[in-house]
Nanobody, 123 residues
Framework: QVQLVESGGGLVQAGGSLRLSCAASGSIFSIANMGWYRQAPGKQRELVATIRTGDTTNYAESVKGRFTISRDNAWKTVYLQMNNLKPEDTAVYSC?????????????????WGQGTQVTVSS
C-alpha cells in the first residue's frame, strides 16, 4: 500500500554533487520518520541520514557537513543533497519511511523501503 520511489542517482566525479529524491505514495495517514541508507559492495547497509517529526535530523559522521536531508511540507518527498562527494560514497542508496497507513478505517504501522538508486563517485 506504500510505495517509495527513489531517483537522482548517477555517476559523478569526486567533489561533485547529486540530489536524491524519494517520493512516497499510497494510503499514507502519517509519516513519523524518513531516511536514507546506503550499501556498498561487500558491506552492510548503513544509515546515511534521517529526518523525523519536528524536523529533527540525524547524520552519519562520514557525511556530516556534506549531505543535507530535507522534505516537502506534505511529507510526500524526502531529499538528500550530497555535496563534495567522495569515492567512498559509492553505494546503492535506499529510502526508508516509517508511519501509519489506513486499511479502510483501520490504521496500521508500516516500515517500507524503496528499490534503491545507484550512486557512483569516480576519483
Amino acid at each position: 500500500q506504500v510505495q517509495l520511489v527513489e531517483s537522482g542517482g548517477g555517476l559523478v566525479q569526486a567533489g561533485g554533487s547529486l540530489r536524491l529524491s524519494c517520493a512516497a505514495s499510497g494510503s499514507i495517514f502519517s509519516i513519523a520518520n524518513m531516511g536514507w541508507y546506503r550499501q556498498a559492495p561487500g558491506k552492510q547497509r548503513e544509515l546515511v541520514a534521517t529526518i523525523r517529526t519536528g524536523d529533527t535530523t540525524n547524520y552519519a559522521e562520514s557525511v556530516k557537513g556534506r549531505f543535507t536531508i530535507s522534505r516537502d511540507n506534505a511529507w510526500k518527498t524526502v531529499y538528500l543533497q550530497m555535496n563534495n562527494l567522495k569515492p567512498e560514497d559509492t553505494a546503492v542508496y535506499s529510502c526508508n519511511a516509517i508511519g501509519v497507513v489506513l486499511s479502510g478505517i483501520v490504521p496500521r504501522q508500516f516500515n517500507n523501503w524503496g528499490q534503491g538508486t545507484q550512486v557512483t563517485v569516480s576519483s
